[in-house]
């Protein structure tokens, strides 16, 4: 885990650190491409890697008794990367051509429109994987920069889980890792709170006219990750929107037929987050199922839940959290949050008792916090020519071509 996630993207090279991710194993100062792949293969090992706003991570699967050798792959892939001209243009490729074909994905033109809408200039404002006209533009020498200013040994974190002697990782460590460069830049970076969305209150539709359904996407300030408000907030969530039996689930699919997918989610970041209400539906019924969850958000806000619902949704979370730590590769990802994110070193013992000692007044002020005390952010991705005039009411529209979400 490197702290060099999105958040560190220069300016104008939004996506740089997903695509540098994607470059680290194709290629180093003594293994090419090809080579590491069979090293990788021969093995029956895996490696893949990938960005979130706050991280870069290095995900490297394999038996115990080639640990050793995927670990010093890994040491050579993290440590001097060669970001060969021809995989860099092979990975612009790629890039470029999902970024075509998500065009053809309402789902992530939402999500991604939903993303700016929330956050605007904020460090979180951009995707992860940047934009078209930024990909364009990245050279092995942005790579190069990159990876010298934002990825050394003192921004990393290095989570081993298996059959593995902690003497012998300690070991095997030192030598993988042995001459790396400290990152010119290896603070990590500071990130602003953030009190209101970028667009709050306000609508943003976005216009793909061969849709015959709308995208629709609610949001407002959730927590950061760690915050206290964590089990309260999650115990909520479950009720209104996030498990099968929710309030939104109830009301939009089984009721009224609106959608057979609609939830509710929190996304908690290091320094802040959101929380959001997903659906779809057909274009003549895009604003009967905005009214119907903003209606489902203020009962809750005002009435909180019943002793019933709290006790469904601590059972249900109780149960759940377990399998995040059945799988080596599960334990790693909760060891990495909770030194990453400072959860303390009794967030899984103590999870279950914290979760049950949740109390109704106490999610009925989570509800209170989170649901939305101010106008959200709505976005709509649909025909806009029809769904413009059922959007009236909700606040100041503004209709943006799907392109400029390329």
């Known amino acids: 885990m490197l702290h060099a996630g999105s958040i560190t993207d220069p300016k104008d090279k939004e996506g740089l650190a997903d695509f540098t991710v994607r470059l680290l194993r194709r290629g180093t100062e003594t293994l090419s491409a090809d080579a590491i792949d069979e090293a990788i293969e021969f093995v029956g090992a895996s490696l893949s890697g990938g960005v979130s706003e706050d991280l870069m991570s290095l995900y490297v699967t ?13 040491g050579q892939i993290v440590r001097e990367p060669s970001f060969p001209e021809k995989e860099v243009e092979l990975a612009r490729e790629r890039t ?35 934009k078209a006209a930024h990909v364009r533009t990245f050279t092995r020498e942005d790579l190069v920069r ?6 050394g040994p003192q921004t990393a974190l290095l989570v081993v889980v298996g059959a593995v002697k902690p003497e012998v990782v300690a070991a095997e460590a030192e030598k993988a890792f042995a001459g790396w460069a400290p990152a010119e830049q290896g603070t990590p970076v500071a990130v602003p709170t953030v009190a209101r969305m970028a667009q709050a209150g306000k609508v943003i539709l976005v216009d793909k006219p061969d849709q015959t359904q ?4 609610i949001g407002g300030p959730g927590y ?24 939104l689930v109830n009301e939009i699919r089984v009721e009224r037929g ?5 939830g509710s989610y929190f996304d908690a970041m290091s320094a802040a987050g959101s929380f959001a209400i997903s659906t779809f539906t057909k274009t003549a019924s895009t604003r009967e199922i905005i009214d119907v969850a903003l209606a489902e958000v203020a009962k809750m806000r005002t009435g909180g839940i019943t002793p019933r619902e709290l006790k469904t949704a601590q059972t249900y979370l109780a149960g759940l959290y377990p399998l995040r730590t059945e799988t080596n590769e599960s334990v790693a990802s909760v060891i990495a949050d909770i030194r990453v994110y400072g959860l303390g070193e ?3 013992e103590k999870f279950r008792e914290r979760l049950h ?25 649909g025909r806009a020519a029809e769904a413009k005039k059922l959007l009236k009411g909700l606040g100041p529209i503004r209709v943006v071509p799907v392109s400029e979400y390329a």
Do not use: C
């Open 346 to 348: 009794d967030w899984v």
């Open 96 to 130: 470029l051509a999902q970024f075509a074909n998500d065009l053809d994905d309402p789902d992530t033109i939402t999500s991604r429109a939903f993303n700016r809408a929330l956050w605007g200039e904020h460090p979180y404002g951009h995707d992860v994987g940047g």
């Open 357 to 381: 000692a949740v109390t109704a007044k106490q999610v009925k002020e989570a509800a209170a916090k989170y649901l939305f005390p101010e106008p959200p952010v709505i976005v709509v991705l």
């Open 258 to 262: 609106l959608s057979y997918g609609v």
């Open 214 to 217: 709308s995208q629709v996407r």
């Open 146 to 151: 990159f990876h010298r200013e934002r990825i």
């Open 224 to 247: 950061r990750l760690g915050h206290p408000d964590y089990f309260a907030a999650a115990a909520m969530n479950i009720v209104l929107g996030g498990g099968f039996t929710s309030r």
């Open 62 to 74: 394999t038996p115990a008794e080639h640990f050793s050798s995927m670990l010093a792959v890994l």
